[in-house]
C-alpha cells in the first residue's frame, strides 16, 4: 500500500470551501487514491477515489495531479457537520487499506 | 437499512477472559475487515479474508483470531483478553472493486 502523508489539522470557515492535501509519493500504477472520513467516534465514512482523472460526487471533488504524487480532496461548501477526521489512502482495487493518521478538520461557524 | 451490523456495542472484560465480536454484512460483498483503533490513532487491520473461506494476517493479529462464517459474517475473537487491547473495533466489508469499504459502527472494548 501506498504511504501517505497529511498535514495533521486544518480549519475551515462554514460555507468556504475545504481543501485537504495529501501527498503519495510512492503510489503505484494500479493503487487507487481513496478518501474515508470519520465523525467523533463513528466508523470511517467512504467519500471518494480516483486514479488518474479527477473525480466528483455529491459529497466532494478529488483532484490528481498528473503524476499522481499528490491529491487534494475538496469540500465545496463546508458546513459544521463536515468537521471530521479525514483519511487518505492509497490501495488497489483487490487488496486491503491502510489507514494513517488522517487530517482533523475543524469547520468555524 | 443495509450495512454493517456489529455487536456487541460495548463490552467490559475481565483482563483473561475470552469473547466474540460479530460482524454481519447484507450487501453480498466478498471482502471482509477488522480494524482496531486506539485513542487519538488511525485504524489498525487485525485481520481480513478477502473470500469466503480465507483470512489473512493484518498489521496487528497477535492475540486474536478471526472466523470466516459464511460470506455474510466474520467474527473476532479475543482467547485471553488483555489490557492492551482496550480499543474501539471496527468491521468492514467490501467488493472486489474500487468502490470503498462500509464500516460497522464499532464496537467499544474495555479489558480491566
Known amino acids: 500500500d501506498a504511504k501517505t502523508t497529511q498535514p495533521t489539522s486544518m480549519d475551515c470557515a462554514e460555507g468556504r470551501a475545504a481543501n485537504l492535501p495529501c501527498n503519495h509519493s510512492?503510489?503505484?500504477?494500479?493503487?487507487?487514491v481513496y478518501w474515508y472520513r470519520q465523525i467523533h467516534s463513528q466508523g470511517p465514512q467512504y467519500i471518494i477515489h480516483?486514479?488518474?482523472n479527477n473525480e466528483t460526487n455529491e459529497m466532494a471533488s478529488l483532484i490528481i495531479t498528473e503524476d499522481r504524487k499528490s491529491s487534494t480532496l475538496i469540500l465545496p461548501h463546508a458546513t459544521l457537520r463536515d468537521t471530521a477526521v479525514y483519511y487518505c489512502?492509497?490501495?488497489?482495487?483487490?487488496?486491503?487499506?491502510?489507514f494513517g493518521q488522517g487530517t482533523i478538520l475543524t469547520v468555524h461557524p | 437499512n443495509a450495512g454493517v451490523t456489529q455487536t456487541p456495542k460495548f463490552q467490559v472484560l475481565k483482563t483473561g477472559q475470552s469473547m466474540t465480536l460479530q460482524c454481519a454484512q447484507d450487501?453480498?460483498?466478498?471482502?471482509m475487515y477488522w480494524y482496531r483503533q486506539d485513542p487519538g490513532m488511525g485504524l489498525r487491520l487485525i485481520y481480513y479474508?478477502?473470500?469466503?473461506?480465507?483470512?489473512d494476517k493484518g498489521e496487528v493479529p497477535n492475540g486474536y483470531n478471526v472466523s470466516r462464517l459464511n460470506k455474510r459474517e466474520f467474527s473476532l475473537r479475543l482467547e485471553s483478553a488483555a489490557p492492551s487491547q482496550t480499543s474501539v473495533y471496527f468491521c468492514?466489508?467490501?467488493?472486489?472493486?474500487?468502490?470503498?469499504?462500509?464500516f460497522g459502527s464499532g464496537t467499544r472494548l474495555t479489558v480491566v
Open positions: 468492514a466489508s467490501s467488493e472486489v472493486r474500487p468502490d470503498g469499504y462500509t
Open positions: 510512492t503510489i503505484s500504477g494500479n493503487e487507487y
Open positions: 480516483g486514479l488518474k
Open positions: 489512502l492509497g490501495g488497489t482495487s483487490y487488496g486491503k487499506l491502510t
Open positions: 450487501m453480498n460483498h466478498n471482502s
Open positions: 479474508s478477502a473470500s469466503e473461506g480465507t483470512t
